[in-house]
């Protein structure tokens, strides 16, 4: 029931609570220490409102969910949780902002109401920390009670803070401002570490950079702050008469409640934070002025300390708890020498009895002068222990994360929607989308997901624009203009790895593969495929990387469609990726490009003017089928200093039936022409190597076309296996999550699974089991010692055994005493000879061993008399003992055969 808590209103949770039979004593009575405790807050309120008129009432005794009174300081449960999330600040905080749902302190519409002091009032009742923590909602009372147990129980020093805050933050509300989080960086390639590119140092100078844009509500860097304080300071606008910043009054500013971490807790707090509960942020307390307005006081579950100048700026507070001139000390320390010492503080500040406190006790002394009481004087109350139950979190509450599993937050630039994890069927954990009103080329969509079996971490999609229509001839009618998807790295086909990491798709223009190169044999990098209008296919471009053979680049470029056959299957190759397409293409012969490159890396251990750096096979076109048969490129790389480098063109041999019988006719083949481009200095190759290059260019334009077909076939493959993933997600589960890969089994099943645990736990604490589990049992047994009926024989041999077992162990125990006191009478008879036989020669030398012997001979006895007298009672039980054991035999039903009943 509490599960669904968060979701029913307040009175109706707590009629709720109220009538259930669970609610604990300590909710709906006071111990004796907590009503000394509550009737000191009451008697130190009225005191404090009689010197304070002015001031608002203090938070002091407030009632619970059951409407008894308590004091709010016992409200407060330090707790160490078994989550690790919890244990740091950052962490907890956000969780704890997710994790819970935020109820205004008051009516919203009182927010809004300019003359409505009902903003002002302080919360009446407050619901402990484990209650409102079970219904998943609270005040901002109950979430900074909440955060702040957690943090004292992990080691912070934390503290619940009441004062005033800004209407947006009283009501949680983040439309009118800024997201402020950033988005994930994501590399540019799959390397580990990106090097930064190297500048010149003599040019870097003469280099522009770029400017440093900074945020409208950040401070200017070359506007100083300092003197314009200081002026405001002699003008008497910022400043009060004690030198303290004054904040601008205002008629009804809201009240609210947040979290204060000091330092002197965990040693990775440097400076005084706070901590925003309903939303996790945490800051510093130089920039918490457009947060909060006002302190009143701050406490915790030892302390209750009460700000004396509350119209002081949030930023310009003393966070020094123990300066008196500006923090009221409800409940001081008890004894003088638990007074902290502070370094270079004056007497005032070191006083630890507040001035209140003090002008009570002088208003009601009735006999002797009136005077302030002296600085050993000491109240005697003291915080008790919290009254409220342990605050507590099952693994199933805290992976729900959110109330109902989600949680929406508006912002004015974005709407950020946060799920836990596998509650949606895409299993997606956020989702961000960025609009705006003004521009729709600006609106955007970031989606992150978690636990899926085709390793998708995140999406990002950009809607189509107003002016650009959405129809197309393709099959699907996208509602985006570019889809940009990441993977993690593992993705398998079969027993070999996919290795994609991108998926870039631009309907009508170009669509982008990039993979984790080095997970790949063939150290596929990219691939780039650019389309000439919405249903052509253009250009194939291929980046490779770390390969053996050099090679870094294939680009394979293809014609315009002649036949209907063809212009359907480029019309498939572009839509790729949507959704559709990848089936059908399959049922087609394969798209021959008329245009292949391939380039190459330099090769240090060929020489130069024979390393290849690109080569290139160009086949006719439809149209030029006719006119020509084709030519081969080959280029090498650039010598040290040239502009120019040698490359050669050879015509390819005509394959038609005309130039066949030309050359039948001839006896004499006809040898293609060749182009031979070689630089300034350099001797032309021969007719042999021509001959021998011209069969290589020959075999490696079979092997392209061949690699160029495999490739295409990969990327079908590939897309078809993300739409069957895109449209049947697949969850992956850890070895270690005990809540998901537990069996699918039935009400019933699970009942009986926990009866024999519990009856294996009842099994373990039986004093018989020890003895049972030796003797031999039928194969009808199923292990339950309690239920089990033994023989005569067997019978009679477990009782002998646990008789005499026990027999041994009080023997052996009497015996550890016996001799315990012999060794210690041993021991005093040794230094009692050693003292008698030195006793002449330490009276001469005025030694002080006759002391010191007599010290040890008063211990010695204390120790002899207190094994005496636990011989003796061991003794007196011993067999008592044995006869309550042999009564206790003699009453088991498992031992019924042997006693005859």
Known sequence: MASHMWNASRNARIAAFCDSSIVPPSYNSNSPSEEQLASFANEFSSIFHKYYPDRKPLLLNVFNECRKQKMICTFVRPTLLKFDELYDLEKCAKYMAGYMKYDTLHDTAAYDREDDDTVVKLPTLVVSPATALQWQTGTCVELSLILTSLLLGVGYNAFVVVGTATKSVCLNDQSGQI?????????????????????????????????????????????????????????????????????????????????????????????TLMIEPSTGKIFPTASSDSYYTGVDSVFNHKKYFVNLHPDTLVSALSMDLQDSSQWENVFPLAKEEEEPEIAGATLAQKTVIGLTTRRGMADTMTSG???????????????????????????????????????????????????????????????????????RDLSQMHVFFRHRADKLRRRFTLPRLLEQPQVSKNKSTLPYRLLHEWYERGRKYDSSFEGLREFIYEPERKKTLKFFWRSREDGLQSRVEVFQDESMLHQVEEFYKGRSDHMSYRSAIYDRPRTMKEVNQHALITSLGSGVGARELKEYPHLDPITIIQTYTRNETVPLDK?????????????????????????????????????????????????????????????????????????????????????????????????????????????????????SVVAT?????????????????????????????????????????????????????????????????????????????????????????????????????????????????????????????????????????????????????????????????????????
């Not at 988005?183 to 280099?207: G, M, R, T, V």
């Not at 090498?636 to 050669?648: F, T």
């Not at 061991?874 to 044995?882: C, N, T, V």
Request: aromatic share 8%.
């Open 611 to 727: 390393d290849v750096a690109k080569v290139k096979f160009i086949w006719p076109s439809a149209q030029q089928a006719h006119t020509t048969v084709g030519e081969m490129w080959v280029f090498l790389h650039y010598p040290s200093g040239a502009i120019i480098r040698p490359y050669r063109i050879y015509a390819k041999t005509s394959s038609s039936v005309e130039d066949y019988i030309s050359a039948s006719a001839s006896r004499k083949p006809q040898e293609p022409p060749v182009k031979v481009v070689t630089t300034p200095g350099t001797t032309a190759p021969s007719e042999l190597e021509l001959y021998k290059e011209r069969k290589w260019l020959t075999a490696l334009e079979n092997t392209c076309v061949s690699d160029v077909r495999k490739k295409m076939n990969e990327n079908v493959d590939i897309l078809l296996r993300l739409e069957q993933d895109h449209a």
């Open 369 to 439: 002068p009136i005077e302030t009481p002296g600085d050993n004087w000491k109240p005697t109350v003291s915080i008790p222990a919290s009254w409220s139950r342990e605050l507590t979190l099952s693994p199933q509450q805290f992976e729900s994360r959110y109330p109902g599993k989600c949680k929406e937050i508006c912002y004015a630039d974005a709407v950020v929607r946060l799920f836990a994890d596998y509650s949606q069927p895409d299993l997606r954990i956020k989702e961000i989308v960025f609009s705006d009103e003004l521009c």
């Open 733 to 901: 589960l850890s070895s270690y999550d005990t809540l998901r890969n537990r069996p699918q089994e039935t009400e019933a099943e699970r009942a009986k699974k926990l009866a024999d645990i519990a009856r294996r736990e009842e099994s373990r604490k039986d004093y018989l089991a020890p003895y049972i589990a030796k003797l031999e049992m039928s194969s009808a047994f199923d292990g339950n010692y309690l239920s089990v009926r033994l023989s005569m024989e067997q019978a009679k041999q477990v009782r002998d055994e646990a008789l005499l077992e026990l027999k041994e162990r009080l023997i052996q125990r009497g015996r550890i005493m016996q001799s315990r006191m012999d060794k210690e009478k041993e021991e005093f008879n040794h230094r009692q000879a050693i003292f008698q036989k030195n006793s002449e020669s330490a009276a001469i030398d005025g030694s002080n061993e006759a002391e010191e012997f007599a010290v040890y001979c008063k211990e010695a006895t204390w120790r002899m008399k207190v094994l005496d007298e636990r011989l003796s009672k061991h003794i007196d039980l011993a067999s008592e003992k044995y006869a309550q054991l042999a009564q206790r035999l003699s009453e088991d039903p498992r031992l019924s055969a042997l006693y005859g009943y």
């Open 179 to 271: 997201w402020e989080d950033d988005l994930p960086l994501e590399l540019n390639s799959d390397d580990e570490d990106e090097p930064e590119p190297e500048i010149d140092d003599d040019y870097a100078p003469l280099l522009k950079r770029k400017p440093q844009l900074r945020k409208v509500t950040d401070k200017d860097p070359e506007y100083n702050f300092g003197d314009a304080l200081g002026k405001n300071a002699l003008n008497g606008e910022a400043n009060s008469e004690d030198g303290r910043k004054k904040k601008p009054r205002r008629r009804y500013e809201p009240t609210h409640a947040w979290v204060l971490v000091l330092t002197g807790g965990r040693k990775s707090i440097k400076e």
